[in-house]
């Protein structure tokens, strides 16, 4: 076994850090050698107290490092060294000095693995025929030779003459605005951010949030504040307040089955968050990457439908929609923001991929994604049913949900005092996972909060998986308020 | 005609954005209306004394704001209004304190064109059959649908370890290296200098440099340092000098066929500068993106494979080699960096597009790379011969060229008085276009220089385009000449 570390849960290293520390410094005093086999995350969890978790990012860390390499079934194994002083650079040093924090690395998951860790689609829905169909045509066209050629940073030409002409017809595009190709929707937040933000400035968010979007801030040394996101959106009286107390530069909102909530925001709500941006002079994002999903209820307008300034910047993709593997999103906003944020497209990567945009271009305009949408709508309709009614059935009393009426994602409040975080490693034993509260946090913490994405898997998964989800928090909750009772508070002195 | 606005040629703001201002005043003020017809780009030249790339850039960024809109041969029209104060943001205002300078964008050229300004391959060359059998056997092979689902921020599993087996057998990927697949060696810069540079921060660059290079690290907000380019690579000395003075956190080196000049860094001066950064403790990039393109000579090894530390980062990509509009390029570097890369990368746009680099990897592993590769070295050889040779009959005594043994470009220094970006404007006229030195100039003003880049043209194309380049300079300094030859310096007083 390991020599035990002194790891120190109040420090501002995480855990995960302080682990890694240790075996690389073990690595590094030849006291673990090349070919010493590690304990297995369980079992130096257990020993050390740990989150199984904790000590798979601490793996992880090292294997990026080529100082360990795991083998399925035998564990991990020291394959490396510790570069000495005189050899070159100590990167760890180099890089160790601008770490900013990580995003959720899931772990790759077992076959057998019932995750609703990841907000996609299920790969057994995707069209594939007609994606072949679509790429035959594609190159087979005339013009296929100018895919190939350096292309425009604003885009494709034809996808993007056929982009702002659909924008036009459905009202999100008026004759101030014009559509900017990116990489995804979450190259479109890192464009906005380089063009429209300097250090220190303010960027008000959904609390909770995802992910990507806090990071691209963040990083980019953004003041990041949350709002509070409900079940009808956000929280237009905390909306408020924030706008006047922290003067924002931008306003991030996701009108529709909101990531992690799956929240929808109501029409008299987009209405206010207008009045409010323009009053205050803040400029409105538009996340509306879930917003073709919608599986019950009546669509509402977009907030850029909605704004007779045209200021709204929307953000779109068919990454949801059609295929995340294919990199295509796009921005319509003002034409001197267009135009800016295509000068910084030409910096990040000169312009998106061209094959890909032709292939969904063809794919639009041949009517497959309109077919392709209507069977997801369906079949997201049947999932999203399947894991109310299991959470309904299976998650202990008390727990509390949202409503999403489309998108990919729910949001389960567990009752006090279970941590999702905590549970995490025993649903990752019995081969569940999800996303805990804390990835998504901006500036609340929510310990009982975390995201199930069900759109990836079948009714049959999601009603299994979370009737394993049950069993654990109920099972949990059981403990802790037996624990509770057996054990009084001490005396107040 | 317009009123002729009062511009001011010693002012920070460039002539092209003061012009922009005032023709936005005129529509501002209602001077101009919708409908009114601007006059043509020649003609306001004329009547300005400017540039007519001066008129095209004020145009361009009108039309832009949308405010004006051209259509070919009928001129350009006022199409918009500048917004007034109460209807929402004012852009220009909300933009333009962050505006930190632009990249050349080069005006779209007319069919007759013989444009030397883009780096590129010519279209005509691209092997769109193979292309064309690529794509449809990637999509019919029984893994097609992988590619359409989210992927990984390191790259296409299957790309990545063709890349990473190719790099170890040629040994520019050792055991402690890893690989992350970019959108182009473009990326690959934005992602280095998000992970290794703070505000501040000295980069030192090849000067002259390609613009994007020098925008993608001043954008950040680094100090960026020149360090001159001879027809033999880097000044060594000089690189000392600015190595002690600076303390530089990173140096990038193209060491084949630099962009713009062509020049090849000799092994002597690739040892030489391993050495000054293993000293002083600098990250090494090295941007190997034409290495492939040798026309003549035998190949050197890459500073990476001199490298004994394994430190050097190498930027690779397919889009020179083969086709631009597919965006994928690489790094090769220390596994610790290589995280942290892919770390980046996931919070800047997920991932690379997974259709592009399933195609380019059937594209190479299928030999069609190899023979495809055959082939633009012959072209290349026969374009090179053809611009030194043009260049060497038509370009006026006094004239001195690099000596190119590979890439795209060549470096011509234009005998004094003459200035290449003045010189522009006449080029257009006369249906020639290059890009001038400023755009690459990075501490060192150069008037004289321009970047004649050939691979895209035939060598037909190259001897037209040089004889009239040639024609323009050589009676312009005739003219300079004679000028000063009967208009005497005046008395030193």
Same mark, same amino acid.
């Given at each position: 076994?390991?020599?035990?570390?002194?790891?120190?849960?109040?420090?501002?290293?995480?855990?995960?850090?302080?682990?890694?520390?240790?075996?690389?410094?073990?690595?590094?005093?030849?006291?673990?050698?090349?070919?010493? $086999?590690?304990?297995?995350?369980?079992?130096? =969890?257990?020993?050390?107290?740990?989150?199984?978790?904790?000590?798979?990012?601490?793996?992880?860390?090292?294997?990026?490092?080529?100082?360990?390499?795991?083998?399925?079934?035998?564990?991990?194994?020291?394959?490396?060294?510790?570069?000495?002083?005189?050899?070159?650079?100590?990167?760890?040093?180099?890089?160790?000095?601008?770490?900013?924090?990580?995003?959720?690395?899931?772990? +790759? =998951?077992?076959?057998?693995?019932?995750?609703?860790?990841?907000?996609?689609?299920?790969?057994?829905?995707?069209?594939?025929?007609?994606?072949?169909?679509?790429?035959?045509?594609?190159? +087979?066209?005339?013009?296929?030779?100018?895919?190939?050629?350096?292309?425009?940073?604003?885009?494709?030409?034809?996808?993007?003459?056929?982009?702002?002409?659909?924008?036009?017809?459905?009202?999100?595009?008026?004759?101030?605005?014009?559509?900017?190709?990116?990489?995804?929707?979450?190259?479109?937040?890192?464009?906005?951010?380089?063009?429209?933000?300097?250090?220190?400035?303010?960027?008000?968010?959904?609390?909770?949030?995802?992910?990507?979007? %806090?990071?691209?801030?963040?990083?980019?040394?953004?003041?990041?504040?949350?709002?509070?996101?409900?079940?009808?959106?956000?929280?237009?009286?905390?909306?408020?307040?924030?706008?006047?107390?922290? %003067?924002?530069?931008?306003?991030?909102?996701?009108?529709?089955?909101?990531?992690?909530?799956?929240?929808?925001?109501?029409?008299?709500?987009?209405?206010?968050?207008?009045?409010?941006?323009?009053?205050?002079?803040?400029?409105?994002?538009?996340?509306?990457?879930?917003?073709?999903?919608?599986?019950?209820?009546?669509?509402?307008?977009?907030? %850029?439908?909605?704004?007779?300034?045209?200021?709204?910047?929307?953000?779109?993709?068919?990454?949801?929609? +059609?295929?995340?593997?294919?990199?295509?999103?796009?921005?319509?906003?003002?034409?001197?923001?267009?135009?800016?944020?295509?000068?910084? %497209?030409?910096?990040?990567?000169?312009?998106?991929?061209?094959?890909?945009?032709?292939?969904?271009? $063809?794919? =639009?305009?041949?009517?497959?994604? +309109?077919?392709?949408?209507?069977?997801?709508?369906?079949?997201?309709?049947?999932?999203?049913?399947?894991?109310?009614?299991?959470?309904?059935?299976?998650?202990?009393?008390?727990?509390?949900?949202?409503?999403?009426?489309?998108?990919?994602?729910?949001?389960?409040?567990?009752?006090?005092?279970?941590?999702?975080?905590?549970?995490?490693? $025993?649903?990752?034993?019995?081969?569940?996972?999800?996303?805990?509260?804390?990835?998504?946090?901006?500036?609340?913490?929510?310990?009982?909060?975390?995201?199930?994405?069900?759109?990836?898997?079948?009714?049959?998964?999601?009603?299994?998986?979370?009737?394993?989800?049950?069993?654990?928090?109920?099972?949990?909750?059981?403990?802790?308020?037996?624990? $509770?009772?057996?054990?009084?508070?001490?005396?107040?002195?």
């Amino acid at each position: 076994m390991l020599p035990a570390p002194v790891l120190d849960p109040e420090s501002e290293v995480p855990l995960y850090r302080q682990l890694h520390g240790h075996v690389r410094e073990l690595i590094g005093t030849g006291r673990l050698r090349p070919g010493d $086999r590690l304990p297995s995350t369980r079992d130096l =969890a257990g020993h050390l107290g740990l989150n199984r978790t904790t000590v798979s990012a601490a793996y992880e860390l090292l294997e990026t490092e080529g100082l360990i390499r795991g083998h399925v079934g035998r564990g991990s194994f020291v394959t490396g060294s510790v570069p000495s002083e005189s050899s070159g650079l100590d990167w760890a040093e180099v890089l160790e000095s601008w770490d900013r924090g990580s995003l959720p690395q899931p772990a +790759a =998951a077992p076959e057998e693995m019932i995750s609703f860790a990841t907000s996609r689609p299920a790969d057994h829905l995707f069209p594939i025929d007609e994606f072949r169909a679509t790429c035959r045509e594609v190159v +087979a066209a005339e013009g296929a030779a100018a895919i190939l050629q350096l292309g425009s940073p604003s885009g494709y030409g034809p996808l993007r003459d056929y982009l702002i002409d659909q924008g036009r017809e459905e009202g999100v595009a008026g004759a101030g605005d014009d559509v900017v190709v990116t990489n995804g929707c979450q190259q479109a937040m890192d464009l906005i951010q380089r063009v429209l933000l300097r250090p220190g400035d303010t960027v008000l968010l959904e609390d909770p949030v995802y992910p990507g979007a %806090k990071s691209v801030f963040a990083r980019a040394g953004a003041r990041v504040v949350g709002v509070p996101v409900g079940a009808q959106g956000m929280d237009l009286e905390h909306l408020e307040r924030a706008i006047a107390r922290e %003067k924002p530069r931008l306003l991030v909102v996701t009108p529709n089955f909101q990531n992690p909530t799956g929240a929808t925001l109501p029409l008299a709500a987009r209405r206010t968050i207008l009045e409010m941006v323009r009053e205050a002079r803040v400029v409105l994002v538009e996340n509306d990457i879930y917003g073709a999903l919608r599986y019950e209820g009546e669509p509402l307008p977009t907030l %850029k439908q909605l704004d007779d300034t045209g200021d709204t910047v929307l953000l779109r993709s068919y990454s949801k929609l +059609a295929f995340p593997g294919l990199r295509v999103g796009w921005v319509t906003g003002p034409h001197a923001l267009s135009g800016r944020l295509a000068e910084a %497209k030409q910096f990040t990567d000169l312009h998106s991929d061209q094959l890909s945009q032709a292939v969904l271009l $063809r794919f =639009a305009e041949s009517g497959r994604l +309109a077919a392709h949408r209507a069977r997801i709508v369906a079949a997201g309709a049947e999932r999203l049913s399947a894991v109310i009614e299991a959470c309904g059935r299976y998650l202990p009393d008390g727990t509390r949900l949202t409503r999403p009426q489309g998108g990919m994602n729910l949001w389960v409040r567990l009752p006090q005092p279970l941590d999702a975080g905590e549970l995490l490693a $025993r649903a990752h034993q019995e081969n569940v996972s999800y996303l805990p509260g804390k990835y998504f946090e901006v500036s609340r913490h929510d310990p009982g909060g975390l995201r199930l994405s069900f759109a990836g898997l079948t009714p049959e998964k999601i009603r299994a998986g979370v009737a394993i989800l049950g069993g654990i928090f109920s099972s949990e909750l059981e403990r802790a308020r037996a624990s $509770r009772h057996f054990d009084p508070a001490p005396a107040m002195v």
